[in-house]
């Protein structure tokens, strides 16, 4: 038996069975967040931001934001811990599922008014770094280790099959100060060998792709 509900996502269901334990457990969760107001008790180290963690799992339809379910969000160091706690490590998740954690009023998607002129930094990575380089990740992301102000919108990990895929994602693809800052602490952070490829695409020329391929997954995102 799964230790928490969480680890129902990578349990051995069915595929059917497993997209619906997570829509079920990812609902409650979301209408929990909805009835009771975000509080940081003053016994507690506020983060400088309040963020919500996303969960997406390929599914039967096409549209993106319908596939998004927010399992939870965060205000502070220990209600972060809290979360993190429970949850299914990315490197123990199925093929074709994302987290994506990100700032609270701004949704994990090209098209959100904020990310729309931004875009994100992409590293491809081997089986088995997924959960550690994430970990990295998201702990310099709260811990504002970037160091540019409100340019970071959030991050994502993408499981797939022969690699998994980190990205940090930013609001000005114009600002070249401040994607070259991000793109040289996500390397660090990530403690990434001096040869290894990063690539940055601004979200306007990946809405122009999917444009062009109306029939592509969409999960490729």
Not at 84 to 106: A, C, M, N, T, W
Not at 131 to 151: K, P, T, Y
Request: proline share 4%.
């Amino acid at each position: 038996m799964a230790s928490n509900k969480f680890q129902a996502l990578g349990a051995g269901l069915s595929e059917d069975e497993e997209d619906n334990a997570h829509e079920n457990i990812a609902h409650t969760a979301a209408m929990s967040v909805k009835v009771k107001p975000l509080e940081v008790p003053p016994d507690e180290n506020p983060l400088q931001s309040t963020y919500c963690l996303w969960f997406t799992r390929k599914p039967s339809c096409k549209h993106f934001d319908q596939s998004l379910r927010q399992v939870g969000r965060f205000a502070s160091c220990e209600q972060f811990w809290r979360l993190y706690s429970h949850l299914v490590r990315p490197g123990d998740l199925q093929s074709h599922s994302d987290f994506h954690l990100f700032k609270e009023g701004i949704k994990p998607m090209w098209e959100d008014e904020v990310n729309r002129y931004g875009g994100k930094w992409i590293v491809r990575l081997r089986k088995g770094l997924a959960s550690r380089c994430w970990e990295n990740l998201i702990l310099a992301m709260l811990g504002e280790q970037f160091m540019v102000g409100d340019e970071v919108c959030g991050a994502v990990v993408s499981i797939r099959s022969h690699e998994d895929i980190l990205s940090i994602w930013n609001r000005s693809a114009s600002d070249s100060a401040a994607t070259s800052r991000i793109r040289d602490t996500f390397r660090r952070v990530l403690n990434l060998p001096p040869g290894t490829h990063i690539e940055y695409k601004a979200h306007n020329d990946s809405i122009k792709d999917l444009s062009s391929f109306r029939n592509t997954d969409v999960f490729t995102r």
